[in-house]
């Protein structure tokens, strides 16, 4: 069973907010969420991170509804240096099983 | 500069061939793992390491084999490869293990099996 599940692609223009969704129904109680930004042929880098309600870094803002079966990364204004793959991630401390499970990623393409 | 390097960047190796990749990391941290990534498919893990001691190995074939003799270095060596194992191999680090823990990505080694 899969951990999360996000949209394949998003399409955007430059200057826009971007908002993407990942649902994480089965997120346990110690779970972190946590999303990474990949480009072509690099290693996935970390963005940003929240357990709920809202956190807010100098690149993004993460909102984690009450219930915390899904969260939004939402990126402020986008450029075209924002096109990339974004994953969420659920896991707590554990070293074993499902905790790294990037799945699909959202792809998205900024449009100038 | 994510503070983990990967060598060598590229590789391309017949199936009977026998190759290592290496990963460092400087940044103190006690957990690493292997991931690969072939073409237009998901990041998937392949083996995590918690203090040197192995903690997850995702159903990799044989023909992987890890090895990490410090925390700070982590080894895979390939021996008799297939095509389909031409892929983006990712290393990465973090402090704690556990998919709360930033990871700190490496550059990647891009193999080719022929």
């Known amino acids: 069973l899969a951990k999360t599940t996000q949209p394949i692609s998003m399409d955007s223009y430059e200057g826009q907010e971007v908002n993407i969704t990942c649902s994480h129904n089965n997120i346990a109680t110690n779970d972190y969420i946590t999303w990474y930004q990949q480009f072509p042929s690099q290693g996935p880098r970390f963005i940003i991170q929240?357990?709920?309600t809202k956190v807010t870094n100098e690149v993004a803002s993460l909102f984690i509804p009450a219930d915390r079966k899904s969260s939004t990364l939402s990126l402020p204004r986008v450029s075209l240096s924002d096109t990339a793959v974004y994953y969420c991630?659920?896991?707590?401390?554990?070293?074993?099983?499902?905790?790294?499970?990037f799945g699909t990623g959202t792809s998205l393409t900024v449009i100038p | 500069e994510t503070g983990v390097t990967q060598t060598p960047r590229h590789l391309v190796m017949g199936m009977t061939n026998k190759k290592s990749l290496k990963c460092e990391q400087h940044?103190?941290?006690?957990?690493m793992y292997w991931y690969k990534q072939s073409a237009k498919k998901p990041l998937e893990l392949m083996f995590v390491?918690?203090?040197?001691?192995?903690?997850e190995n995702n159903s990799v074939p044989s023909r992987f084999s890890p090895e990490c003799p410090n925390s700070s270095h982590l080894f895979l060596h390939l021996h008799t490869l297939q095509p389909e194992d031409s892929a983006l191999y990712l290393c990465?680090?973090?402090?704690?293990?556990?998919?709360?823990?930033?990871?700190?990505f490496g550059p990647g080694t891009r193999l080719t099996v022929l």
């Open positions: 929240g357990y709920k």
């Open positions: 390491y918690n203090f040197k001691e192995q903690t």
């Open positions: 990465a680090s973090s402090q704690g293990a556990g998919g709360y823990n930033e990871q700190f």
């Open positions: 991630l659920v896991g707590d401390g554990q070293s074993t099983g499902n905790q790294f499970y």
């Open positions: 940044l103190g941290h006690n957990a």
